[in-house]
């Protein structure tokens, strides 16, 4: 199902070719309405006049997270204040939010975005669509929020949190879509087990929209084994709307990036250079459409890859791989660059491991990973738990090349998240 064919499945060179031409006009307008980019244009000597093919996107400057807070509140706008609508912010761990505004149009475009997404996974009007991503300031909830109004679909502000509610909310409307952060999915899954509720026969959930978290393919089995439904992986960032920016399609091998919405790079993090498709490194996006706040070759953070091949669905908008972490959260442990994200991989697809874990580094460099068993997880017997803990600690050891120390907890005795899951506590004096 398509929400726009004609886009959604226009031919790679007509694309391109809307890439390029978006680009120019991009280029120009912040050149004449941004002081930011007219100060770094003049100097680099960058005329807009000088982009006269897709590649020359190289020769304009990068935009960081730094340069958001820099410029905050107002600095990057491209329109006046009167013709913005709506303001976002994007927290981070140290100073100033990030200022995200939208105008009439920019706030039409998230949402016509956000509808093809929903589109693409087979929603309809007739769903019903439980929103459990954060309302307020973060753009998660909001701007999905308005593409699933946009398709048609009843949709339910829930908010994340309260699960009790949330159960009520779905017995008695019928839910059967959800928006959820994965952590939150995964808890809430405990929770309906806990309660005796068989969700594949008492509810009616079918499908459930999982982003604003880094997971894992064997967290989305999970998911969808314990809620009976299919999970579909969606990225965005506030920086470029929020959700929306790309998403999975039915056969789930890779997010449809927007392309004629988005310009896509991936590079290396530490050289700056493009690297070519398929390879991982940092993605880096620059607007082609946003009207209040453009944004050139913003870093991302996040780690990925781009998939060039034809996507069986019959769209030609390229495929982001799942994001494997992010810049930021890289964890450096005896010098090796670790991914919070690839000792998760092993945990969840260790049998007998339970779904809550904590990464604790101490110390000088000591890495101590307390993970939860299994509801079923222990026969009673030591030795059995000796086992399992050498065999997580050897898989850690082949994946990211550290030995932690590994130690099993019962079941329900770490701290839970309702919301984003706090999965490092780094104490080491360093
Ligand atoms: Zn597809």
Not at 92 to 121: H, I, W, Y
Not at 181 to 191: E, H, N, Q, V
Request: hydrophobic share 40%.
């Amino acid at each position: 199902m398509f929400w726009d064919h004609a886009i959604e499945t226009l031919d790679r060179a007509s694309l391109r070719q809307l890439q390029l031409k978006r680009l120019q006009a991009t280029v120009r307008r912040v050149a004449r309405k941004v002081s930011f980019y007219r100060e770094q244009f003049s100097q680099a000597r960058l005329r807009p006049s000088h982009i006269g093919a897709l590649a020359d996107v190289r020769r304009l400057p990068f935009t960081t997270s730094a340069d958001l807070r820099a410029n905050y509140p107002t600095g990057l706008l491209a329109v006046g204040l009167e013709d913005t609508l709506r303001l976002h912010t994007s927290s981070g761990t140290t100073g100033k939010p990030k200022a995200l505004f939208f105008s009439r149009q920019d706030v039409a475009n998230a949402a016509e975005l956000c509808a093809r997404c929903l589109v693409m996974t087979g929603v309809t009007r007739r769903d019903v669509f439980q929103n459990m991503m954060t309302y307020g300031l973060f753009t998660g909830a909001l701007v999905t929020h308005y593409g699933a109004e946009k398709v048609g679909c009843l949709v339910i502000p829930a908010g994340p949190g309260n699960s009790e509610r949330q159960l009520l909310l779905m017995q008695d409307f019928r839910t059967t879509v959800f928006h959820i952060t994965p952590s939150y999915a995964l808890y809430f899954a405990d929770f309906l087990e806990k309660r005796g509720i068989n969700a594949r026969r008492e509810l009616a959930l079918r499908k459930a929209f999982v982003g604003a978290e880094p997971h894992t393919e064997e967290t989305r089995g999970k998911i969808e084994q314990a809620l009976g439904i299919e999970v579909y992986n969606s990225y965005g960032l506030s920086e470029m709307n929020g959700p929306g920016v790309a998403f999975e399609c039915e056969h789930k091998q890779g997010m449809h990036v927007w392309e004629d919405n988005f310009l896509v790079e991936i590079i290396d993090p530490q050289t700056g250079e493009p690297l070519p498709d398929g390879e991982m490194g940092e993605l880096v996006m620059t607007t082609l459409r946003r009207e209040a706040m453009p944004l050139l070759r913003y870093r991302t953070r996040d780690i990925t890859s781009v998939n060039p091949e034809p996507c069986a669905c019959g769209r030609t908008h390229r495929r982001l791989n799942r994001i494997t972490g992010r810049s930021d959260d890289m964890l450096i442990v005896r010098g090796v660059n670790i991914y919070p994200q690839q000792i998760e991989r092993v945990l969840m697809g260790t049998p007998g491991i339970g779904r809550n874990y904590v990464i604790q580094l101490e110390g000088l460099d000591e890495m101590i990973i307390k993970v939860e068993l299994a509801e079923a997880g222990f026969d009673g017997q030591v030795e059995h738990l000796v086992r399992l803990q050498t065999k997580i600690a050897e898989r850690l050891r082949a994946e990211i090349l550290v030995k932690p120390q590994v130690e099993l907890v019962p079941p329900a005795t770490l701290p839970v998240s309702e919301g984003k899951a706090k999965r490092v506590i780094d104490n080491r004096k360093l």
